[in-house]
């Protein structure tokens, strides 16, 4: 059964810093990986999705790697702000013969930037 | 495209009631996903539909929960009879079978039993 594990499970971290963001999975087979911003009260808003033959995705600030073999993916954020303080979701879609739809969530790290 | 709707936002209700919570998913997307929200259990995929048809029902908890998709652009997540066990965020999302199979959330429908 394929398990996400998220860690930190809670950041605070000054206005500038570079932050790295972890998730592990323990099963390589899967389909893609997508990260996740939580805000407090709010949906999920999808910010990098990384398919299984890809390495890295970048948008902005914000770089998602993967590295299937070791069952991990990063997501590192540049030059950390106040308004990225939210809770960090990574999921995978494993890569089953019964199906490939479900997305399985991590726990998440929830990240506050202080000014 | 307006993303996914979700109707109510929010929903208080009394233990023993019927809830029903609304979703339009994005236009083409041929998929649609209900999943729920905890503190105590994060976020659990409850049912899955694809084209119209139920998949994957297994994570829904009980028989007081049914799950529909009439058309390609609505579903309803019912729950009949309430608990307070029931309360939780609710969140619809769907995905394209094509492309980069990226999944999109609405914002959710708060549901609470008192």
């Known amino acids: 059964k394929q398990e996400v594990t998220q860690i930190p499970a809670a950041l605070s971290v000054p206005e500038g810093e570079n932050l790295v963001l972890n998730c592990s999975f323990t099963d390589s087979a899967i389909y893609n990986l997508q990260w996740f911003r939580q805000d407090p009260g709010k949906g999920l808003t999808s910010l990098l999705l990384?398919?299984?033959?890809?390495r890295e995705q970048t948008s902005g600030r914000l770089n998602a790697s993967l590295d299937k073999s070791s069952g991990r993916s990063t997501l590192y954020i540049a030059a950390s702000q106040p308004g990225d303080s939210a809770t960090y979701l990574c999921a995978v879609i494993p890569l089953s013969i019964y199906n490939t739809d479900k997305l399985i969530f991590g726990t998440g790290t929830r990240l506050q930037v202080f000014p | 495209d307006a993303g996914v709707i979700q109707s109510p936002r929010h929903e208080v209700t009394e233990m023993g009631q019927e809830v029903t919570l609304r979703c339009k998913p994005i236009s083409g997307h041929d998929y649609l996903f209900w999943y729920r929200q905890t503190m105590m259990r994060g976020l659990e995929l409850l049912i899955y539909?694809?084209?119209?048809?139920?998949?994957?029902d297994s994570g829904m908890p009980e028989d007081r929960f049914s799950a529909k998709m009439p058309n390609a652009s609505f579903s309803t997540l019912k729950i009949q009879p309430s608990e307070p066990r029931d309360s939780a965020v609710y969140f619809c999302a769907s995905r394209g079978a094509q492309g980069n199979y990226g999944y999109t959330f609405g914002s959710g429908t708060r549901l609470t039993v008192v």
């Open positions: 539909f694809n084209n119209n048809v139920p998949i994957d």
């Open positions: 990384i398919q299984s033959s890809q």
